[in-house]
């Protein structure tokens, strides 16, 4: 994916989500990137993402994430390079050395895969018995943790943000105040 690409997903992510705080587009692309996918488990179905959006956050929580140089750059299986004139192992007439990216770990899926129990449901249900900042934080980290999720992502903004946007969507009747949560 493109830097541009990613720049544009975290600025529809800010907009249709109503972060609070909002990504920070100008920081480092490996920075942004963390965010945006923090970001991605606050989605819902029904929220209206472009393609484009769908397709970069896709490629962050299933696949390397990798941003590539503004310029395209094509790789070419052994079969295709074969064919090709080499004046050395590995290196085209042309002097271009093809390699292939190096294999990374792949991301903990979006979903556990045993309790079939999500986040969305942990920080609904946290919210929604009320309560100050911390206790509410604390609640969701533990259960993001026995999950099997990275609990390090949930902190009381992330949680805020998600309030928020579920508070807008109309699926949470809780009021948030500056101290925690309480009854809408």
Known sequence: MKAE???NAAEELNEVLGLDPAIDTSQDLEKLKEEVSEAAEL???EDDLSAETIEVIDNLLNK???IEDEKEVEVMDDKEESEEESDEE????GGEVLQKPAEKEKPKPATPKVSGRTMTVV???????????KTITDKVRKEAESLGYDSGKYTTGAIRAHAKHRISKG???IKLTDNGVGKG
Do not use: H, N, Q, R
Not at 127 to 133: I, K, P, R, Y
């Open 43 to 45: 989605v819902e179905p």
């Open 64 to 66: 390397d994430g990798e």
């Open 123 to 133: 920080m609904d249900e946290a919210l929604s018995a009320g309560g100050d900042w």
């Open 90 to 93: 590995g290196k085209l007439t």
């Open 171 to 173: 699926t949470l009747d």
């Open 5 to 7: 690409e990613l720049i």
